[in-house]
């Protein structure tokens, strides 16, 4: 009698734990076939309980309960971490604390184009979301980061390099601007023979390089720009760079004015400093750095704008200013 209670009991017991486990195979299956993705946020100090919870009520699971207890199955409670998640209903919650606790964040797409301040990016950081622009301005301008980041500048003007970049919110402006510094060393390593064979060191060529990358639009013109300069340096000659004044002027309103260009307490006048400004005057794309290394070979010492985005060079004086007088003067007197 007693050995049929006994196996009566674990049959029961059997049946109870089989339907226990098929409950809960059934709750821990995805919640639907086809699901679009949500975003997910889970913040820092939430604990299993609440980021379970909050799965289930933004329909990404269906109970909680079960996600919490697989959590603790497979030993993830402890390793889930906070950020924004692009999650779906169509994954499993085993899927779905994976992606958690490896913290496959979602990150958004920003374009920094060729040109831009430190001051332009972070304003399109902040439009993106990703930054607030006066706390990564600060950054940029860190002395002590940019020494911690082997620059050899007071800043990161010019070494934030303009690249498409994917990144997830949350993250510090140390941490961005950190990776877009990286980037450009990437892209450094590879021109760095070149310039060395120039007798080019790194703070000369890109403070170089971001003047030929604000003087044209036009790519092709970028290696004859370098000449040009090059060629103006090499005689001990001035720049006489627009961009350059421009970026040494506090709250430039958009009019250069003859003032301005005869300013000699401007550190990045270049009609009166006989030699590269201080420092970059913004980022420039790899084109820009590779004219600079490998500028074309020229005697140009003149260019003027033809007004469609384009310039013509000049290699006398004599020559730069009919050029001046055709695309210039007597468009103004038109």
Not at 37 to 44: A, G, H, S
Not at 57 to 76: E, T
Not at 296 to 321: I, K, M
């Amino acid at each position: 009698m007693v050995k049929r209670v006994v196996a009566a009991a674990l049959v029961l017991v059997v049946s109870l734990g089989i339907a226990l486990a098929v409950a809960l195979s059934k709750r821990l299956e995805p919640l639907a076939e086809q699901a679009p993705e949500v975003l997910f946020v889970v913040e820092r100090g939430d604990s299993l309980g609440r980021i379970a919870a909050g799965l289930e009520a933004a329909r990404l699971v269906r109970d909680a309960r079960a996600v919490s207890w697989l959590a603790r199955f497979r030993g993830l409670a402890g390793s889930l971490r906070a950020g924004e998640y692009r999650l779906s209903a169509t994954l499993s919650p085993g899927e779905i604390l994976e992606q958690i606790a490896a913290g496959r964040v979602a990150t958004w797409e920003v374009a920094i184009p060729e040109g831009f301040t430190a001051a332009m990016i972070a304003q399109r950081l902040e439009e993106a979301g990703l930054a607030d622009a006066e706390a990564f301005l600060a950054v940029a301008r860190d002395p002590d980061f940019a020494a911690e980041l082997s620059l050899p500048a007071d800043g990161l003007e010019g070494y934030l390099f303009p690249e498409t970049y994917r990144l997830p919110r949350g993250q510090s402006p140390r941490a961005i601007a950190r990776a877009m510094v990286e980037q450009f060393m990437r892209v450094w390593s590879e021109l760095a023979t070149a310039a060395e064979a120039r007798g080019l060191t790194m703070h000369p060529a890109v403070t170089l390089a971001s003047i030929v990358e604000k003087e044209t639009g036009a790519p092709e013109e970028r290696p004859l720009i370098a000449s040009v300069f090059s060629n103006r340096l090499a005689r001990r000659m001035r720049l006489e760079s627009d961009p350059t004044v421009i970026y040494g002027i506090p709250d430039f309103d958009g009019n250069l004015r003859r003032r301005d260009l005869e300013d000699e307490g401007n550190p990045y006048n270049t009609y009166r400093i006989p030699a590269l400004p201080p420092g970059p005057i913004a980022s420039p794309g790899r084109a820009a750095l590779a004219a600079v290394v490998e500028p074309a070979e020229s005697d140009y010492l003149f260019f003027v704008s033809r007004n469609d985005g384009t310039h013509v060079f000049a290699r006398s004086y004599a020559e730069h200013v009919r050029n001046v007088d055709h695309y210039q003067r007597r468009r103004r007197s038109r």
